[in-house]
């Protein structure tokens, strides 16, 4: 099946004892059980729920996997992945990655004894130095939050089958609709769903998307004991969501290139970081592994200082200041005091997180109207 067919009808048949079209929201934390063991495939709703599995189902095949599990929060499928490792393990990541991201591997995950490399990772050899008999996994964002920078998933997959370590992928930004990290060498897709996935900033949730039989029964094992499992309502917020993902999604890249391209000239600008320019440092990957640039573009504002920033931030009128992303409607952030603020300033400034970037989270409303904001927020 092709993508729209899938985002609309994949893990969802008619509801076997109804006939309902669209999959119920099973709103039951348990279920019957004819003698102790017999049951009808379900038995308890942490582990496993109806409505939750065809969103499963739906998500795993938009990303060509064999298997989804789905988190209350993106961070939840994060942590659940960091659960695969124990005290001594090392782990190699960006230096350029959503704030929460950051939180959890250095407040959370180093206090128990988890080593965590923070590199630029424009050119997959970078890790080599770094790879040694500790290293677990590399944990990657591709297109990074808030700088938009790409990285190689094929390149860093040949390095990491080589050395017999886990990649994994952070493919929020993209979403399934333009690129698939299974498909490029990667074993372990995260979504927050929370963003172009649920795409009505209506809710909160995360997944993981395997391959490997084994790789996913050890998941399954964080995701039962531990238990970060989302409600049956939320999955069906979700399910309805992605119905239309592939409709939004190209919304969403054809608004963004025309943000993109009139902020690009704009005098009030300094630098708009898209990874559709042909300047963009990491333009050709893109090229390569993406369907398309997506709907994500961050700016730095010429020679404003924090104040100035904020004024400018506040002043818009369709763009809501929210933190966020993804969702229909669009959005403005200033990372540095919102989402990417449990990042100390010496390390976000080398990647140009600075007090003057803002990101946008351009949504399908009409573009004249977007561009109209822009126009009267930036005078
Ligand atoms: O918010 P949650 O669903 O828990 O997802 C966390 C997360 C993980 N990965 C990336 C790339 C993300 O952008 C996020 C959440 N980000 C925001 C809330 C934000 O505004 O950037």
């Known amino acids: 099946m092709k993508f729209a067919t899938k985002a609309i009808h994949a893990g969802q048949e008619p509801d076997p004892t109804t006939g309902a079209v669209m999959t119920p929201i099973y709103q039951t934390s348990t279920y019957w059980q004819k003698s102790p063991g017999d049951n009808k495939g379900y038995e308890y709703s942490r582990g496993t729920n109806p409505?939750?599995?065809?969103?499963?189902?739906?998500?795993?095949?938009l990303e060509n996997a064999k298997y989804g599990l789905c988190f209350s929060s993106g961070m939840g499928a994060t942590d659940a992945v960091l659960r695969l490792l124990k005290p001594g393990d090392e782990v190699i990541t960006g230096n350029d990655l959503y704030g929460g991201s950051y939180r959890i591997f250095t407040k959370v995950y180093e206090r128990y004894g988890i080593k965590f490399h923070f590199l630029d990772l424009s050119s997959p050899e970078n890790i080599l130095p770094y790879i040694n008999a500790?290293?677990?996994?590399?944990?990657?964002?591709?297109?990074?939050?808030?700088?938009?920078?790409?990285?190689?998933?094929?390149?860093?997959?040949?390095?990491?089958?080589?050395?017999?370590?886990?990649?994994?992928?952070?493919?929020?930004?993209?979403?399934?609709?333009?690129?698939?990290?299974?498909?490029?060498?990667?074993?372990?897709?995260?979504?927050?769903?929370?963003?172009?996935?649920?795409?009505?900033?209506?809710?909160?949730?995360?997944?993981?998307?395997?391959?490997?039989?084994q790789l996913?029964?050890?998941?399954?094992?964080?995701?039962?004991?531990?238990?970060?499992?989302?409600?049956?309502?939320?999955?069906?917020?979700?399910?309805?969501?992605?119905?239309?993902?592939?409709?939004?999604?190209?919304?969403?890249?054809?608004?963004?290139?025309?943000?993109a391209r009139y902020l690009k000239d704009h005098p009030r600008i300094d630098k708009v970081y898209w990874p559709g320019f042909t300047d963009h440092p990491n333009h050709e990957i893109a090229k390569n592994q993406m369907r398309?640039?997506?709907?994500m573009v961050s700016i730095t504002l010429k020679g404003a200082d924090l104040q100035e920033t904020f004024r400018i931030a506040s002043s818009f009128k369709v763009f809501t200041l929210a933190e966020s992303l993804g969702g229909v409607e669009s959005l403005i952030n200033h990372p540095t005091t919102m989402t990417h603020g449990s990042i100390p300033r010496e390390e976000r400034e080398k990647v140009g997180v600075t007090d003057n970037l803002l990101r946008l989270s351009v949504g399908v409303e009409d573009i004249e109207d977007l561009l109209a904001d822009l126009e009267q927020a930036l005078k």
């Open 51 to 61: 409505t939750r599995q065809a969103l499963e189902d739906c998500l795993a095949a």
């Open 134 to 213: 500790h290293t677990r996994m590399i944990w990657i964002e591709t297109p990074t939050n808030p700088t938009m920078r790409i990285i190689d998933i094929r390149g860093m997959a040949a390095i990491t089958k080589e050395h017999g370590l886990l990649l994994a992928v952070d493919n929020t930004f993209a979403s399934p609709y333009l690129q698939n990290p299974i498909d490029l060498g990667a074993d372990i897709v995260m979504h927050s769903v929370t963003k172009y996935l649920g795409g009505h900033s209506d809710v909160v949730m995360g997944a993981l998307l395997v391959n490997d039989d």
């Open 216 to 259: 996913y029964k050890n998941l399954w094992f964080v995701y039962n004991a531990c238990g970060a499992t989302p409600g049956p309502q939320d999955a069906f917020l979700v399910l309805r969501g992605l119905k239309t993902l592939h409709l939004r999604m190209k919304a969403h890249c054809e608004n963004g290139e025309r943000v």
């Open 292 to 295: 398309g640039f997506g709907g």
